[in-house]
């Protein structure tokens, strides 16, 4: 089994940061891809940023240039830097990661952390 902890949410004004991280743990012999999604009431879950087992980085149009995306390999952690927060960013943030276990590689889910920007 593959647990996924989530921290870091919370309630900030616009133009402020906060900084989420998803620890993965259990029987984990491998994590390739990692990244966060988001859903906002309402709305479907989307994609905010990814990185690759090589790190290479992939994010959504809407934070690019505001938001960061890096992984510690040693601690299975992947983190989400987030500057300049809008009022739009408000939203569920959950963390995914593609990780090796007892079988193929198959994709976790943390349990969500609320991101709260006020205006």
């Known amino acids: 089994q593959v647990q996924l902890v989530e921290s870091g949410g919370g309630l900030v004004q616009a133009g402020g940061s906060l900084r989420l991280s998803c620890a993965a743990s259990?029987?984990?012999?491998?994590?390739?891809?990692m990244g966060w999604y988001r859903q906002a009431p309402g709305k479907q879950r989307e994609l905010v940023a990814t990185i690759s087992s090589g790190g290479n980085t992939n994010y959504a149009d809407s934070v690019k240039g505001r938001f960061s995306v890096s992984r510690d390999n040693a601690k299975n952690t992947v983190y989400l830097q987030m500057n300049k927060l809008k009022p739009e960013d408000t939203a569920v943030y959950f963390c995914?990661?593609?990780?090796?276990?007892?079988?193929?590689?198959?994709?976790?889910w943390g349990q969500g952390t609320q991101v709260t920007v006020s205006s």
């Open positions: 259990g029987n984990i012999f491998g994590v390739n891809a």
């Open positions: 995914n990661i593609e990780a090796i276990s007892w079988g193929p590689p198959r994709g976790y």
